[in-house]
Each structure stands twice: as C-alpha cells, then as structure tokens.
T-cell receptor, first 113, second 114 residues
C-alpha cells in the first residue's frame, strides 16, 4: 500500500529561525496537502498543491510539490511560538480513489521562546 | 462561516457497548469523510460519502463499524460491541465539488474504551 515518510519526526528550534520538513512516497501522488494539528483538535489545512513543481505560499509558510510527484516540502520562515504543533503531509494518489488521503506520521515542532 | 462540527467531543464507554458519533459538514459540502487517528500516528481513512452514497470503505472498517449519511447532510458513525483497540480520535472531514481534494476536518471525537 501507499506510505508516506515524513521527516524529521521532531524538531526544536529557536524563535525566529526558519524550519524545513519534507515528505516522500514510494508512489506518485496527484495532490499534496499540508495540515497542522494542535493537541486535542482536528488537523487544519494549511496549503494544497496540485501540480508537479508547484510552489505555493500561505503567509510565512511555503510548500512545494516535487517534480517527481513523490515528494513535497514545507518551509516555515521566522518561526514564532504559535507555530508549535504537529505538521502532517497528506497525499491523494492516482489509483482511482477520490477520497482516501494518505497521511504521514507527522513532524512535531517545538519552539523555544 | 461554520466549520465541520462533531458530537460528542469525548466519549468514554465500557467494552462491549455500542457508541454513535455525529458529524455535521460545512454547509453545501457534498463529500464527507471519516478517519481514525491513534496516538503518534496520522489520520487513517475509514470511509467517505458523496451526498447520500457511501463510495469507498477502508479495510479498517470492520463489520462492527457502520456509517450513514441518510439525507446527504450530517453523518453518523456507529461502533458496535466496542473493543479496547477502538480507542482513538475519530475525525470527520468534508469537501466541496471541484475542489474535493481539499478536505476540512472537524475537531474530532475522542473515544476511550475501558
């Protein structure tokens, strides 16, 4: 089955630093989504990517859809304390499913104030 | 703009009991999805509806699980004869038509089976 490998699993950074995380797959995806989840809450959609090579920004967040369609990257610039949380990548494959999002295991971000 | 809502937010039940969760999608969203999330993992797909029709079910959705969306609006997820392994966060998401790939999640229902 399709699996997503997300890295790093966790990271501690100083406030103001830039953050990078990525997601890779053994299979091709047609759509990549990035979510943020706070404890006890549902995931919140941050960015959606639809085309290979696409680069999309949402405020301090920038995400890219890899050329091979097997990876995606998320960058957070000038991190602040409220960026703390778990970031998930999710992909929608080309196998005919119209709803089955495949999620990574998440990157836990902690910021030192 | 009302987001996806789920009820209850928390449920504690004893093993063997039946439980039912409700999800109200974003108004006018025609697709509704159910996921399950355990600690330290990403959400795992269970099933999804387009309007009233249940179009896809995961192998995770055992015979004890049933989902309905009778009028194409809210949905219910029922778990019969709960087991301790059913303890998880149950998440509902919805999406709209041509942008069906953008799924918006509710706050989830945390189920604890004792």
């Amino acid at each position: 089955g399709q699996q997503l490998n997300q890295s790093p699993q966790s990271m501690f950074i100083q406030e103001g630093e830039d953050v990078s995380m990525n997601c890779t797959s053994s299979s091709i995806f047609n759509t990549w989504l990035w979510y943020k989840q706070d404890p006890g809450e549902g995931p919140v959609l941050l960015i959606a990517l639809y085309k290979a090579g696409e680069l999309t920004s949402n405020g301090r967040l920038t995400a890219q859809f890899g050329i091979t369609r097997k990876d995606s990257f998320l960058n957070i610039s000038a991190s602040i304390p409220s960026d703390v949380g778990i970031y998930f990548c999710a992909g929608l494959g080309s196998g005919g499913s119209q709803g089955n999002l495949i999620f990574g295991k998440g990157t836990k971000l902690s910021v030192k104030p | 703009d009302t987001g996806v809502s789920q009820d209850p937010r928390h449920k504690i039940t004893k093993r063997g009991q039946n439980v039912t969760f409700r999800c109200d999608p974003i108004s006018e969203h025609n697709r509704l999805y159910w996921y399950r999330q355990t600690l330290g993992q990403g959400p795992e797909f269970l099933t999804y509806f387009q309007n009233e029709a249940q179009l896809e079910k995961s192998r995770l959705l055992s015979d004890r699980f049933s989902a309905e969306r009778p009028k194409g609006s809210f949905s219910t997820l029922e778990i019969q004869r709960t087991e301790q392994g059913d303890s998880a966060m149950y998440l509902c998401a919805s999406s709209l038509g041509g942008r069906a790939r953008e799924q918006y999640f509710g706050p989830g229902t945390r189920l604890t089976v004792t």
